[in-house]
């Protein structure tokens, strides 16, 4: 089985305003999508999804890997995550990790992926609390049950899954709601970092730091 992975990163980025697509901010020296190529480089085949700044973003993240395979979400403006990803799986047939383009994954955050990715079995992965506005999600026996905005939990949404592209639906609602319908799925509970607000990116530098052998893949 070929290991994919579909990177969504084709939002203009307004929350976090650094005008920009957040795959491009950088983190300690380094553009997040430098800290997802290097967590990733076990991956056969990597997709990333490209709109706001297109070009932009397909000649750096090329410069760094020419094997990364660009696919166009032209209406990046009205669109969002879910038909990003949907317009990223076109084409492929086997199961995909599917990862928003402003995480950072630790390095044994990565090995998880890879190690449950190739059980075969969908997953959803979650992280402890980090962000101001978290889409909560309940695990109870390793599955997530429920997501939620009030429901408080330990544990968020990580804006990454493991399930195949027939499972998605080219829809203008959140990623989370196309998940809910597949309740309860694997919980995979994994250390990453999402650059989304000021604030968000704020943290993320901070953690990078104070976790420096997780999170910086140039010092091996």
């Given at each position: 089985m070929r290991k994919i992975v579909i990177i969504a990163a084709a939002g203009i980025g307004s929350r976090l305003g650094a005008g920009m697509p957040k795959c491009l901010v950088q983190v300690n020296g380094h553009a997040v999508f430098e800290y997802q190529l290097k967590a990733l480089s076990w991956a056969d085949e990597i997709r990333m999804v490209v709109g706001y700044k297109a070009d932009e973003v397909i000649d750096r993240v090329s410069a760094i890997d020419p094997n990364v395979i660009f696919v166009r979400n032209?209406?990046?403006?009205?669109?969002?995550?879910?038909q990003s990803y949907c317009l990223g799986a076109q084409g492929i047939s086997e199961k995909a990790i599917f990862l928003d383009g402003d995480t950072i994954i630790s390095k044994?955050?990565?090995?998880l992926l890879l190690s449950a990715s190739r059980g075969g079995a969908d997953f959803i992965a979650v992280t402890p609390i980090q962000t101001a506005s978290p889409i909560y999600a309940g695990v109870e026996k390793g599955m997530v049950q429920w997501f939620s905005y009030d429901r408080s939990s330990p544990y968020e949404l990580a804006n990454a899954a493991f399930l195949s592209p027939m499972k998605l639906e080219y829809e203008n609602t959140l990623f989370y709601l196309q998940l809910e319908k597949y309740l309860p799925t694997k919980a995979l509970a994994i250390d990453c970092l999402e650059v989304d607000t000021p604030e968000d990116l704020h943290h993320v530098e901070q953690t990078a730091v104070a976790q420096r052998i997780e999170y910086d893949f140039w010092r091996e």
């Open positions: 032209e209406q990046f403006a009205t669109t969002n995550l879910r044994t955050a990565s090995n």
